[in-house]
Nanobody, 115 residues
Framework: QVQLVESGGGLVQPGESLRLSCVPS????????MGWYRQAPGKERELVAS???????KYADSVKGRFTISRDSAKNAAFLQMNSLKEEDTAVYYC?????????WGKGTLVTVSS
């Protein structure tokens, strides 16, 4: 099993930045893909960004040019740098990891963008 713990959420104003972290524990070998999803109130969970161990990152169109996903291969950690935040980025952000076709999820961290 893999446990994922997110951190870094909070309340910011539009235009500000946040950096989310996802630190896995447990059986963290061979996490093929790590990514970030988000779920806003009343909406379905959606992919924000993902990155395979050996591949280019993928981003939702709504965050391209503003968000950057990175991975620390030594720690299997994943990060999401979020710049130029907008009110529509408000959501609970979930870390996701995939191994052997099995998805693992964190409990989420709340990001609120409000003036």
């Amino acid at each position: 099993q893999v446990q994922l713990v997110e951190s870094g959420g909070g309340l910011v104003q539009p235009g500000e930045s946040l950096r989310l972290s996802c630190v896995p524990s447990g059986s963290i070998f061979s996490l093929e893909v790590m990514g970030w999803y988000r779920q806003a109130p009343g909406k379905e969970r959606e992919l924000v960004a993902s990155r395979a161990r050996y591949g280019s990152p993928k981003y939702a169109d709504s965050v391209k040019g503003r968000f950057t996903i990175s991975r620390d291969s030594a720690k299997n950690a994943a990060f999401l740098q979020m710049n130029s935040l907008k009110e529509e980025d408000t959501a609970v952000y979930y870390c996701n990891a995939v191994r052997d076709g099995v998805d693992f999820w964190g409990k989420g961290t709340l990001v609120t963008v409000s003036s």
